[in-house]
């Protein structure tokens, strides 16, 4: 199993010491580094700016937010990091929720699981170079032909012959028809809250994805890379502040990231088990009461989700991921001191 460093999105302002980060995964043996995208800061900028002193990472986007960018402009922002950094790109994208593309990217929802197919569709085009790019399909039509075309669009290959013409797509997916269709046409899979206890509720899911007919990978070469926070603590007590310092991410996921009725992530909680627990968190979230939500959490659950623990136990828990199928851990980590903490308990 692989470590990548999961560098995330930013907050109120951009992130200092990350070219330090970057450089002790390097130096300490890490696969990957990845950047993410919410409504603020873009994945593909971060990725190259401190991409650009690596020379043995992989660089991957986990995840670039589809409708925020033409099927053919991931493309070719995937196309010509790939060419700079010698062929290290990973292209995790998905399809994020109805809040935020329909409110901030003004694109419709509806659909989710046609229009991915669409996009990747379209890249593995653009890639590939076989043809000029078309697509007949309703929601990224080429040429496009709909209202307010003047019907002079053409088909067109990309200028640039790309690097590599099976650059990894992975895809962030949550419900069974969506993971099953990953493990059909992706190269690899971003779960979130996959967890050692969780795990084998998605077999099937993945199984039913890699029997269907023209699926891309088997079980043997489809990656999952898995994110969990990652702490090695002396004792119980300090442990216990670290369970307590998860608890409000874990909160604002289950009750407060989307809308009431459409919260993907707590769809997920509720997969798990946590069907009750999740109503709760939800209603008190929405109504304001952050911290009472908080509370609501419980320590058994942040346990499963994450990996903190002393070295021995962090070992044991590692090899419990690996077991289920996980081929990367992505792992946000504080310092360059943890991240060659953790790569060397971990060698």
């Not at 190259?48 to 043995?56: C, K, S, V």
């Not at 795990?199 to 994805?209: N, R, S, V």
């Not at 136990?313 to 690996?322: C, G, L």
Request: hydrophobic share 40%.
């Amino acid at each position: 199993m692989k470590l990548g460093l999961q560098l995330g999105y930013w907050g109120a302002q951009p992130p200092s010491g990350v070219g330090e980060l970057v450089a002790a995964a390097e130096e300490a043996g890490f696969d990957a580094i990845f950047t993410a995208e919410a409504w603020g800061s873009d994945a593909f900028t971060p990725l190259a700016w401190w991409g650009r002193e690596t020379t043995r990472l992989r660089l991957g986007t986990s995840i670039v937010q589809m409708s925020g960018r033409a099927p053919t402009s991931i493309a070719m922002h995937a196309l010509t990091l790939d060419h700079l950094t010698g062929g290290r790109v990973v292209l995790g994208m998905g399809v994020s929720g109805p809040q935020v593309v329909e409110g901030w990217y003004g694109q419709p929802f509806a659909k989710p699981l046609a229009r991915t197919r669409e996009v990747v569709d379209i890249i593995r085009q653009v890639l590939a170079r076989e043809a000029p790019v078309t697509n007949a399909g309703p929601h990224y039509p080429l040429p496009y032909d709909g209202p307010g075309a003047v019907g002079l669009g053409k088909p067109l290959k990309p200028i640039v012959h790309p690097l590599r013409s099976d650059i990894p797509i992975w895809l962030g997916a949550e419900g069974p028809k969506n993971v099953a269709q990953t493990a059909e046409i992706a190269d690899g899979w971003i779960p979130i809250f996959y967890t050692p206890k969780s795990a084998g509720m998605y077999q099937p899911w993945l199984d039913e994805g890699f029997a269907r007919p023209g699926a891309r990978r088997t079980r043997a070469d489809f990656e999952i890379a898995a994110t969990c926070h990652l702490q090695v603590v002396a004792d119980a007590a300090e442990k216990q502040q670290v369970v307590d310092g998860m608890k409000p991410v874990i909160a604002l996921y289950m009750g407060g990231m989307g809308a009431k009725d459409a919260n993907f992530h707590k769809q997920v909680f509720e997969r798990m088990g946590y069907a009750e627990l999740a109503d709760e968190v939800q209603r008190l979230y929405l109504a304001g009461e952050k911290d009472k939500a908080t509370g609501l959490i419980p320590d058994d659950l942040v346990d499963d989700m994450h990996i903190i623990g002393t070295e021995a136990e962090v070992k044991d828990r590692v090899a419990q991921w690996e077991d289920t199928g996980v081929t990367t851990l992505m792992l946000s980590c504080r310092s360059p001191e943890e991240v060659r903490q953790v790569a060397g308990l971990l060698a």
